[in-house]
């Protein structure tokens, strides 16, 4: 330090003396420092009525929140090992892990003919975080043992409790695949296929599925998937025909059937595991703005 920066009007040996001991103290200062507290988990605003739906009990967004703030830790603690790739990536992760538990007619396709024709039969999917990738052991240890720290700072079962919720969700998941893989019953076939008819549409096998209507479609892979003009037309049509059939609102009742016998299957798991969740959510809480 040249006599030009002096802001101290001392001299350089005085000056000297003081950075010393300016040095000191912020040594003996961070050696009796505290490690800083977990990241806060960012709890949504619960409204206050009850489940409109049988899944509603399950707690997604919960799940969500935790495992934000987990990795929020994670990355701190992955930037101070030398590897602050994922920390600089934050803010990118996906979040409503468990969203699509949340059935409406939207589920089973477009809500209007005019939606029907924008998408096809596309599915609009979300843009995908950019991917991080690494061959090193050394990296991937540090993951490892960054994770298990994060976790463990919520408590020693967190990551545990964490996984069993996780799975759960799964098997909720699971349980409404028949709504969404089964063939449409010919009380509902019937006229779905006769509509088309009328409309230009028909189906070479006789069935009530998209693929037998000779109409080409999208690139499956393309973001955003863009139908061809036959495929518009198909969409935009049978979106009204199911819709008259009733179709859709079959697909939405059974789905909720299915929630409330499996809700009722899976009790247990979800009486012992939801306040479990809702307790490692609350241990250090930042409300959002909801």
Do not use: I
């Given at each position: 330090m040249s006599a030009s920066d002096n802001g101290y009007g001392c001299s350089w040996s005085s000056r000297s003396r003081l950075w010393l001991l300016l040095v000191l103290a912020c040594l003996?200062?961070?050696c009796m420092a505290s490690p800083p507290p977990p990241a806060a988990v960012v709890v949504p605003t619960p409204t206050v009525q009850a489940p409109s739906q049988p899944y509603d009990v399950f707690r997604g967004d919960l799940l969500d929140a935790i495992a934000a703030a987990v990795r929020v830790?994670?990355?701190?603690?992955?930037?101070?090992?030398?590897?602050?790739?994922?920390?600089?990536?934050?803010?990118?992760?996906?979040?409503?892990?468990?969203d699509d538990l949340r059935v409406s007619t939207s589920s089973f396709g477009a809500t209007s003919a005019a939606e029907a024709r924008r998408r096809g039969f596309g599915r609009e999917l979300p843009a995908e975080p950019p991917a991080i990738r690494s061959t090193?052991?050394?990296?991937?240890?540090?993951?490892?043992?960054?994770t298990q720290e994060a976790n463990a700072r919520r408590g020693p079962d967190a990551m545990d409790v964490q996984?069993?919720?996780?799975?759960?969700?799964?098997?909720?998941?699971?349980a409404l695949r028949p709504v969404y893989a089964d063939a449409m019953p010919a009380r509902f076939a019937v006229p779905v296929l006769a509509c088309l008819q009328g409309k230009g549409f028909t189906s070479t096998d006789k069935t009530a599925d998209i693929r037998t209507f000779g109409v080409a479609f999208g690139r499956p892979?393309?973001?955003?998937?863009?139908?061809?003009?036959?495929?518009?037309?198909?969409?935009?049509?049978?979106?009204d025909c199911t819709?008259?059939?009733?179709?859709?609102?079959?697909?939405?009742?059974?789905?909720?059937?299915?929630?409330?016998?499996?809700?009722r299957r899976l009790?247990?798991?979800l009486d012992e595991l939801t306040p479990a969740i809702e307790s490692l959510a609350h241990k250090a809480v930042t409300p959002s703005a909801g």
């Open positions: 003996v200062s961070a830790d994670r990355d701190h603690c992955l930037a101070e090992a030398g590897y602050p790739e994922l920390q600089q990536a934050a803010g990118r992760q996906r979040s409503g892990t468990f090193s052991q050394k990296f991937s240890d540090a993951v490892d043992r960054c996984s069993r919720y996780y799975d759960l969700g799964n098997q909720l998941r699971m892979d393309a973001r955003p998937y863009v139908p061809t003009a036959q495929e518009s037309d198909l969409a935009a049509a049978w979106h819709t008259a059939a009733g179709w859709t609102r079959y697909q939405l009742d059974r789905a909720l059937a299915l929630e409330a016998s499996t809700v009790k247990p798991q």
